[in-house]
């Protein structure tokens, strides 16, 4: 067992407490007719915990864990164990993983795969010994410089088929953990100029690609969700999984609309000049919400900073489009967020995910008591009762003509006048439960 978190004990719901602590996460309460637990459903990223060094653009990492450098197996597993007492000690009911983050590269697809099995081994025991499950499994087709123009969309076949392996490897491993989803992040899926760059021929392949994966989950019985990750840019110049919206016309040009979910992030919807609300709410509507990974950026970067959440009123809303939609299913909350490159110490982690669980609870919280008043959805039912009336319907019909409906208003000499729509007044009742 790991020594680097020796120190902290496993954190208890405790409001009045010192130290570290769940001054708002109680996993036990019951809120919307279940667990909180279960409907936050959170997960410890393995990346941005346990892999990230503190580097940046400007600079060498700044952590120092007794797991670096990440260049053998002995060392992996060294990792493995500093990640499931984490999970111990948050009491985090599930994890998520790349393949690059788990095992260290190997001299060939072979050595690589069996490294991964070697680590699902080791993670076997762990998950039935803490009862930390996985929410999702994924593989990384952008750090290594062979994906340099992308995984699926790479103009050199061999690419593609060492990532058809990689991903094939991983889902596998998935499947065998008992994982609730397979993410897809197409981080190199782009293009930084058209000026050497075929579009169709990318986004064909890309949709080839994916189709193949849906198939081999259905070949290998795999009953979790296969999620694409919406992100406009970063690190490609222009992604193809821009936002949801772009994601969904992609997805219906190759059929896979109905097999197909998505994993939001906040910090992409952001990015690409939405709010998170407005991506899982768009995705609700489309029918292809899956999961979320819960994050902020710094307003002042302009780019995805990837920090632990603290803004309880924008986690508000973003969990009231996920409890109108009927909650998560197999999706989760997912913090994919990582420490400042000053927060050094062994505590700094997990004081940033409890901090984070805090907020993600009172949100979750402060959105069941706004759908449970009708706080929000009574004013919208107000706003389009005109639509309940029998005339109105009828011009939404099948059978109706841009002509009836435009005679139908000249004859009625009705002159429309404009209704408030009164957004002051619901942002003012949005914060009374924040």
């Not at 002995?74 to 998520?96: G, H, S, Y």
């Not at 080839?208 to 290998?220: A, G, N, P, Y």
């Not at 992030?265 to 709010?275: K, P, R, T, V």
């Not at 000499?413 to 957004?423: E, L, Y």
């Amino acid at each position: 067992m790991s020594s680097y978190f020796s120190e902290i004990e496993p954190l208890k719901y405790d409001p009045d407490a010192e130290g570290l602590s769940f001054r708002h996460y109680d996993p036990e309460r019951q809120v919307a007719g279940k667990r909180l637990e279960d409907q936050l459903r959170f997960a410890v990223a393995y990346w941005h915990s346990l892999v990230w060094d503190g580097s940046d653009p400007f600079g060498g990492g700044t952590f120092q864990r007794p797991w670096f450098p990440h260049d053998t197996m002995e060392q992996a597993k060294a990792k493995a164990d500093a990640a499931f007492e984490m999970f111990r000690i948050l009491r985090a009911p599930f994890f998520a993983f790349h393949d690059h983050d788990v095992r260290p590269e190997g001299d060939s697809l072979q050595e690589n795969h069996r490294r991964l099995n070697e680590i699902a081994d080791v993670f076997e025991v762990k998950m039935a010994e803490t009862g930390t499950r996985l929410l999702w499994g994924t593989a990384n087709l952008f750090t290594h410089r062979r994906f340099m123009s992308g995984g699926a969309t790479n103009p050199d076949p061999d690419v593609f088929a060492w990532s058809a392996s990689s991903v094939r490897a991983c889902l596998e491993v998935t499947h065998r953990l008992g994982g609730e989803n397979y993410v897809l992040w197409g981080g190199r899926e782009g293009y930084e100029t058209l000026l050497n760059t075929d579009l169709n021929r990318e986004l064909e392949q890309m949709g080839r690609f994916l189709s193949m994966v849906v198939e081999h989950k259905h070949k290998i019985g795999f009953e979790g969700q296969i999620l694409i990750e919406p992100k406009p840019q970063e690190p490609t110049k222009h992604q193809y999984d821009y936002d949801v919206a772009t994601v969904y016309g992609f997805l219906k040009r190759f059929g896979l609309e109905n097999e197909v979910r998505l994993n939001i992030e906040q910090g992409h919807a952001i990015l690409a000049g939405h709010s998170f609300e407005h991506e899982i709410a768009l995705a609700q509507t489309l029918g292809v919400f899956g999961s979320i990974d819960m994050n902020r950026n710094d307003y002042q970067s302009g780019w995805d900073t990837d920090q632990f959440p603290n803004n309880v009123p924008e986690v508000a809303l973003a969990y009231y489009e996920i409890l109108r939609g009927g909650g998560f299913g197999r999706g989760g909350t997912n913090f994919d967020s990582k420490l400042r490159r000053q927060s050094l110490a062994p505590e700094d982690l997990i004081a940033a995910h409890a901090g984070a669980m805090d907020v993600c609870a009172q949100g979750l919280e402060a959105a069941a008591r706004m759908i449970a008043d009708d706080a929000l959805e009574g004013p919208r039912r107000d706003r389009y009762a005109g639509w309940e009336t029998e005339t109105a319907r009828g011009m939404l019909a099948p059978d109706a003509s841009l002509a009836d409906i435009a005679d139908r208003a000249e004859a009625s000499g009705i002159d429309p006048q404009p209704r408030s729509g009164r957004q002051e007044i619901l942002e003012n009742i949005v914060n009374r439960y924040v």
